[in-house]
């Protein structure tokens, strides 16, 4: 076999089950929200939760949406702030800093186009516009492409071709994944969670504070 065709196998085969390499890590977005419950859209702080079910914070938020990259203590502690959908905040503690992890985009030209409860799709918008809703449930809403990923299978397949974009609700997925840096001994919290490639790449799990990396195996 010529090296042309050994070099076009290798490709395919890298293409089968890899992983974009972290830095930073790939985020793992939790299921999305159809109809949640009604809430108020009140524009006080509301106690969106942790990624691992918490105890309600609601108590310990601050009155206003805090600066981005202030101090804070409470650890994993996340913060939805409502003036209204199409300008709210979702702001969480890590690692002793505030992020802002959803932000509504506050153009005027979205004023009163975010329907009044999470779930429901906007009048009247292109699904390009790039419209953010945040929801006092802790939720942001927007139009979102679906991602390509190759089945985890150590077999090379061809990736999915793009979708049209939809209309979703989620919750932001874990701060570890998303900010910061992702290497070995390098503080994240909460303890457990994990990041990276599931399968073919680097991926790591926080340990007692620090990040654990590994290189995950492609399956057979």
């Known amino acids: ?53 918490g105890t309600s914070q609601s108590a310990v938020c601050p009155s206003e949406p805090p600066i981005e990259l202030s101090s804070c203590t409470q650890h994993g502690l996340r913060c939805t702030y409502v003036e209204r959908p199409e300008c709210g905040t979702i702001s969480e503690c890590y690692l002793g800093q505030w992020y802002a992890r959803a932000r509504g985009s506050c153009s005027p030209q979205f004023e009163g186009v975010c329907p009044a409860k999470a779930g429901e ?66 503080p994240c919290e909460p303890d457990g969670v994990s990041c990276g490639a599931a399968c073919c790449g680097l991926g790591g799990v926080c340990v007692q504070g620090e990040w654990q990396l590994e290189m995950r195996p492609c399956p057979p």
């Open 1 to 53: 076999m010529s090296t042309g065709r050994w070099a076009a196998v290798g490709v395919l085969l890298f293409l089968g089950c890899a992983s974009p390499r972290p830095a930073p890590p790939v985020e793992s977005p939790a299921p999305p929200v159809q109809q949640p419950a009604p809430a108020d859209a009140g524009t006080g702080p509301v106690d969106a939760g942790t990624e691992d079910g």
């Open 121 to 186: 799709v906007p009048a009247d918008v292109s699904p390009r516009s790039g419209i953010v809703c945040i929801y006092p449930e802790g939720v942001a809403c927007s139009y979102r492409v679906e991602r390509g990923q190759p089945e985890c299978s150590g077999v090379a397949r061809a990736l999915p071709l793009p979708s049209a974009p939809s209309y979703r609700c989620e919750a932001p997925g874990p701060a570890a994944c998303v900010l910061g840096g992702f290497k070995q001994g390098g």
